[in-house]
T-cell receptor
Framework: RKEVEQDPGPFNVPEGATVAFNCTYS??????FFWYRQDCRKEPKLLMS???SGNEDGRFTAQLNRASQYISLLIRDSKLSDSATYLC????????????FGTGTSLTVIP | GAGVSQSPSNKVTEKGKDVELRCDPI?????LYWYRQSLGQGLEFLIY????????KSGLPSDRFSAERTGGSVSTLTIQRTQQEDSAVYLC?????????????FGDGTRLSIL
């Protein structure tokens, strides 16, 4: 079983829509969670960390559900500039500090 | 402040040649990671350095791949006798390990093309 699994999409949504992505992880002891954004032919960039109580940054809300071992990302009022691939990242804090990346969910916001 | 710096940005070489890719992490970051990403694919972990500990080499795809990190800072990823399937973007990232919840910060990557 993969450490991190995401629905690859693609998600095609109209401008202004709300869209949500989920990501599941296999290691119940995982402690650190992040969402990254990757634009075409660019490096991944940190979008936001995911905290146990959930957190919000403008139009973006991240949630963690430890019982079901998934994290989510909600984007409200989608903008054209939100079009990208969103990567779920988990650090299981086993030996070492290796991070596990999902394969990404593709989002296209349509005018 | 300065981010993760990788060089070269692009590298085109002939099959069978050796290549060296360089990564200069963010100052003070003790953890350094190498990944590669083929076109349209996810990130593939290659190797991880943390301080003075032995590196985690579990992701290296073959013995043609090796990496060093000298003085706990700059790292070099070497690919010997390159093959066409080595063509990819090679990404380096660094992070603070001493604190929890510290994310990775990526360089712009080296786009490697094997002819």
């Amino acid at each position: 079983r993969k450490e991190v699994e995401q629905d690859p999409g693609p998600f095609n949504v109209p401008e202004g829509a709300t869209v949500a992505f989920n990501c599941t992880y296999s290691n119940s002891a995982s402690q650190s969670f992040f969402w990254y954004r990757q634009d075409c032919r660019k490096e991944p960039k940190l979008l936001m960390s995911v905290y146990s109580s959930g957190n919000e940054d403008g139009r973006f809300t991240a949630q963690l559900n430890r019982a079901s071992q998934y994290i989510s990302l909600l984007i409200r009022d989608s903008k054209l500039s939100d079009s990208a691939t969103y990567l779920c990242v988990v650090n299981p804090k086993r030996a070492g500090n290796q991070f596990y990346f999902g394969t990404g969910t593709s989002l296209t916001v349509i005018p | 402040g300065a981010g993760v710096s990788q060089s070269p940005s692009n590298k085109v070489t002939e099959k069978g040649k050796d290549v060296e890719l360089r990564c200069d992490p963010i100052s003070g970051h003790t953890a350094l990671y190498w990944y590669r990403q083929s076109l349209g694919q996810g990130l593939e972990f290659l190797i991880y350095f943390q301080g003075n500990s032995a590196p985690d080499k579990s992701g290296l795809p073959s013995d043609r791949f090796s990496a060093e990190r000298t003085g706990g800072s700059v790292s070099t990823l070497t690919i010997q006798r390159t093959q066409q399937e080595d063509s990819a973007v090679y990404l380096c990232a660094s992070s603070l390990v001493s604190q929890t919840d510290q994310p990775q910060h990526f360089g712009d990557g080296t786009r490697l093309s094997i002819l």
